[in-house]
């Protein structure tokens, strides 16, 4: 089984009942996922992201490049949640994720890969290391910048919060 990483979009009134109820907020997720299809989703209507096992190669490349917001694991603890997998999930509140939308917004993905190598992201052990065989490898995860910032962006527009977790 692999690691992946999902981002779920909440409204303000929502995230607030998931930092009442963590229990609501794991059942909730389950329901909007179930109910969304992973794929041929448009970022600007969905309400979930998947990183897939991309998620610690860009969590290594945009902290190696400074990006402001910790879009991969989230900032902030959802209080008394349970583990929803590799941990329990995190969030960003709505200021944050305008702030990492301006981010990404002067980002592009050739940027977070100048100067590095498939053996840095071996030599940092970031999973899956047996991913990282050479350097077109680095290209799973420039891919998944353009969908992310697409969707870290409408999230914004919105005025909502992204909840977060490796599953």
């Known amino acids: 089984m692999s690691m992946n990483g999902v981002h779920l979009r909440l409204t303000p009134a929502e995230l607030d009942r998931a930092l009442r ?3 609501w907020a794991e059942e909730f997720a389950e329901e909007l996922l179930e109910a969304e299809p992973d794929s041929g989703r448009l970022p600007s209507t969905a309400r979930s992201h998947r990183t897939g096992t991309a998620w610690h190669g860009l ?3 945009l902290r190696r490049h400074g990006f402001p917001v910790d879009v991969v694991h989230g900032e902030e603890e959802i209080p008394g949640a349970e583990d ?3 941990g329990p999930p995190r969030f960003l509140p709505p200021g944050r994720v305008r702030a990492a939308a301006d981010a ?3 980002l592009s993905p050739g940027a977070l890969v100048e100067g590095v190598t498939a053996a840095d992201l071996v030599a940092a052990e970031v999973y899956p290391v047996s991913q990282w065989t ?3 490898s680095l290209g799973l995860v ?3 910048v353009p969908p992310l910032a697409a969707y870290v962006r409408s999230t914004s527009l919105r005025g909502h919060a992204l909840l977060m977790w490796i599953a």
């Open 84 to 86: 929803w997998g590799y």
């Open 142 to 144: 420039t891919a998944c």
């Open 104 to 106: 990404f917004a002067g």
């Open 134 to 136: 050479d350097e077109y």
């Open 21 to 23: 109820e963590p229990d």
């Open 59 to 61: 969590d290594f490349l």
